[in-house]
């Protein structure tokens, strides 16, 4: 009555075009798509390899890295099929300043301010900050990425555990670490992984790049973050660390308070080997490998208050989540956690809201999805179970009404969505302020 996965998959092969098949018993696209998921996931192995190490710098150097080296370009080995990469940055930032350096919100975060991937056909599927890709990593794993639980100290029963093994925050070198100050003429270490996905998740292969060829090439950049540390009083939303009072040189210039001297970049390849093989040749899912998962970011200016402010999501994509920080003072950077905002709404183009949310409300639907709340001034709206499909440009929008947005104020946007590459050609870019 029921047919083993081997004969199931020799039954798709021989369906597919090529395949040997009868022309009665085709099957369609998407059900050829899922029996090469199956056999892939059922056959494949899964491997993860080291495709990139290099220092730059010396921790005794007060040079920032940045200037020698703003841009690492990372080139994916062309083999298998490859679902993303993990990233990992360990940076010695240098206080060259005569004030304690503060770690703020975002923290390792933004040691990259962009991390673009370019596939075989040179569509960029990834163009977006490190903030971003952090936010997503957490978002689906459903909890910080990469922390752990920990105890109340040797020996202790309180924290996070009852149980007297010693479980905890125990293998260092897996941690996003930084020290929460570093001391005028000192250095401190600063550590931060990031997965960037090209594949959707490992059984969702939507977006996955087949890369068994010879004539093409791929490009990982990582851009480094040229202002690791602003002065105190100005905007910190895209640094990693900000003096305690006024340094000698103006916001325009602080960067040189605080170097990255030594920065060491290890960069591993996940991808699924010895593909299954069909009568018609190796067994890729064809419509996973023609979507672009992307990640893509945007920043908004002259947002005015108690106005609406709506931002338009771009067309022939199907958004999966949208990012928000929200900044009401450019000037110092003001983000507070929701008393700034009178509330966020989903409107389509007919003007009906989808939703509409005060900030409480989204702070209590993150809660249930992440465990914790986000960063001050930092929102995030999911739409996986019914992604936010667009057809033409400006037919859905994201409605920001804020109740404080003085002078300078900005709002940053990181998307996520899925696109079909044959569409892109008549598709508009993110929308800009």
Not at 6 to 31: D, F, V
Request: aromatic content about 10%.
């Amino acid at each position: 009555m029921f047919q083993r996965r081997s004969e199931l998959m020799a039954a798709a092969a021989s369906a597919a075009p090529g395949g040997g098949g009868g022309g009665g018993g085709k099957m369609t696209a998407a059900q050829l798509n899922a029996y090469a998921r199956a056999a892939i996931k059922a056959r494949a192995i899964k491997m993860t390899q080291q495709i990139f190490g290099a220092t730059y710098g010396s921790a005794a150097n007060t040079t920032d890295v940045s200037a020698t080296q703003p841009v690492v370009n990372v080139i994916p080995r062309n083999v298998g099929l490859i679902k993303g990469f993990y990233v990992k940055l360990v940076a010695t930032v240098n206080n060259q300043a005569s004030e304690t350096a503060n770690l703020t919100d975002l923290g390792p975060s933004n040691l990259l301010t962009q991390i673009q991937f370019n596939d075989l056909n040179n569509n960029t599927r990834i163009q977006t900050t490190g903030w971003h890709i952090a936010f997503l990593n957490a978002i689906k794993a459903r909890r910080p990425y990469g922390t752990s639980l920990i105890r109340g100290g040797t020996g202790s029963t309180t924290g996070g555990f009852d149980s007297p093994i010693n479980y905890g925050s125990i293998f260092t070198a897996a941690d996003i670490s930084a020290p929460a100050t570093i001391a005028s003429t000192h250095s401190g270490t600063v550590t931060m992984w990031w997965w960037v996905p090209l594949a959707y998740s490992d059984d969702d292969l939507r977006g996955a790049v087949y890369a068994n060829v010879v004539n093409a090439t791929m490009q990982l950049n990582l851009t480094l973050n040229t202002r690791i540390c602003v002065n105190s009083g100005a905007d910190s939303t895209l640094a990693v660390y900000q003096l305690s009072a006024a340094n000698s040189s103006t916001p325009s210039t602080d960067a040189s308070s605080c170097v990255v001297s030594q920065l060491a970049v290890t960069v591993y390849q996940v991808y699924m080997d010895q593909l299954p093989v069909g009568q018609g040749g190796v067994l890729l899912p064809v419509l996973d490998l023609a979507t672009l998962y992307e990640m893509k970011n945007t920043v908004f200016t002259a947002i005015t208050a108690n106005q609406d402010f709506p931002v338009q999501y771009s067309n022939f994509r199907d958004f999966l989540s949208t990012c928000l920080i929200y900044v009401n003072t450019g000037s110092t950077g003001a983000r507070v956690g929701g008393t700034d905002v009178n509330y966020l709404a989903l409107q389509s183009a007919n003007f009906t809201n989808i939703w509409k949310k005060e900030p409480g409300l989204i702070s209590l639907e993150t809660r249930n999805h992440l465990q914790t709340d986000m960063p001050p001034g930092c929102y995030y709206f999911g739409s996986r179970e019914k992604p936010i499909s667009t057809v033409q440009y400006g037919n859905m929008e994201l409605i920001l009404n804020a109740s404080t947005a003085n002078a300078g104020a900005y709002a940053l946007f990181g998307y996520e969505d899925f696109a079909i590459v044959q569409t892109l050609s008549m598709a508009g870019s993110l929308a800009a302020s």
